[in-house]
């Protein structure tokens, strides 16, 4: 279906005083495992059934990565299919920022392993950790070096192995997520208006809704801490899923808002792919129509930072995006955090 254009939109960037440089996404790509784990077999590791599973979140399967493929290898070859989109070499990359909650190592960063994998020498590197909004709060980062002509070239990846912190013994927890990968390519392209707004916030006083309580400074871990099972995710769904439903419209209406645009003006809505009821109460509260809005999550469960990445990809992949669409972006994760995106594709 057509959506309604116009030409009304401002870029707020643009409006702060730099009028003739902006940041595009000048590529893009996405990598999962190639292991599906289905609602089938999980119904064989814990006490739950395709039914509940579908009906409850919408998901159907997961990719699992395996035992010897880590976070910076997903995020890997999801750079790779990225700087292709973009025609452009490793050594071209001025900046890597790998957004995860499963680094390879505590530290060093995943984003140095990567960068010794795809071979980007040239490039600074560093890790972002906001959960699932993880990707869109490296969009501005990212985007952040290139508005001010620190760096030509920024790699922004959202990289996850969920199934490294998964509680297989926890049915609340172990149906709901999946591992991959999604990365883009930033880069000034003159005559043309990129990304018009991020927005990002945070609630700290929600920290033990969700996470993985050992590991860190305040639990160390030890034979107890394992015993425990403290390395674990942790969630409280019903309640994550309340804020999930508000931070998201608020988000998503701000980012809106900064750039002058009515909801029917967006030609894909990309959401955070954590549960269908999410994205369809999303959705109802935005006025947006269903076919505005891009949903994979039958496919690959929650992925976390990787979850907008991926869909974004998918949804280009699939004709969804034309060149001159308005694109939103919108997820809410731990923390909590939460962010929202508008771009000129
Ligand atoms: O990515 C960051 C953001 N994450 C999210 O936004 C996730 C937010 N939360 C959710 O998506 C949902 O809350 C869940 C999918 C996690 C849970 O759905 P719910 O409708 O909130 O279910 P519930 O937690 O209220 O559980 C309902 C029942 C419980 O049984 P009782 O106590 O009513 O007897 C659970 O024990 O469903 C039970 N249950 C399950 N049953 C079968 C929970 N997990 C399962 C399961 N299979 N896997």
Not at 148 to 177: H, M, P
Not at 217 to 222: E, M, V
Request: charged share 20%.
């Amino acid at each position: 279906m057509k959506t309604e254009k116009s030409q009304t939109f401002v870029n707020p960037r643009i409006l702060g005083g730099n009028a003739t440089r902006t940041c595009s996404i000048a590529g893009v790509g996405s990598y999962v495992p190639d292991r599906v784990l289905s609602n089938i077999e999980l119904e064989k590791i814990v006490d739950t059934s395709d039914t509940w599973i579908t009906t409850r979140t919408g998901i159907k399967e997961r990719r699992m990565a395996g035992p010897e493929q880590y976070t910076s290898d997903l995020a890997a070859e999801a750079a790779r299919r990225a700087m292709a989109h973009a025609g452009i070499t490793p050594d071209q990359i001025d900046l890597i920022i790998v957004a995860t909650i499963t680094p390879d190592t505590p530290f060093p960063s995943t984003a140095c392993w990567l960068q010794h994998k795809i071979g980007a020498h040239r490039a600074a590197a560093f890790d972002v950790e906001a959960a699932c909004s993880g990707f869109l709060y490296g969009l501005e980062i990212g985007q952040q070096f290139v508005m001010t002509q620190t760096y030509n070239t920024v790699l922004v990846i959202g990289a996850e192995k969920l199934s490294s912190i998964i509680d297989w013994k926890d049915r609340n927890t172990c149906v709901l997520f999946g591992d991959g990968a999604g990365a883009v390519i930033l880069r000034n392209r003159p005559q043309s208006h990129g990304l018009l707004t991020v927005c990002m916030g945070a609630d700290g006083s929600k920290t033990g809704l969700l996470g993985m309580p050992g590991g860190g400074s305040r639990c160390p871990a030890s034979h107890e801490s394992v015993d425990e099972r403290l390395h674990f995710l942790r969630m409280d769904g019903k309640e994550t899923f309340k804020h999930a439903v508000t931070a998201m419209c608020n988000a998503a209406r701000e980012a809106l808002h900064r750039c002058h645009i009515e909801i029917g003006q967006v030609a894909c809505i990309i959401p955070h792919q954590a549960n269908r009821r999410i994205i369809d109460a999303v959705t109802e509260r935005l006025h947006a129509r269903a076919d505005q809005v891009f949903v994979n999550l039958e496919k690959y469960g929650n992925t976390s930072a990787a979850s907008v990445a991926i869909a974004l990809d998918e949804a280009v992949r699939a004709g969804r995006i034309h060149r001159g669409d308005l694109v939103l972006m919108v997820a809410f994760g731990a923390g909590f955090t939460w962010a929202s995106a508008v771009i000129e594709w």
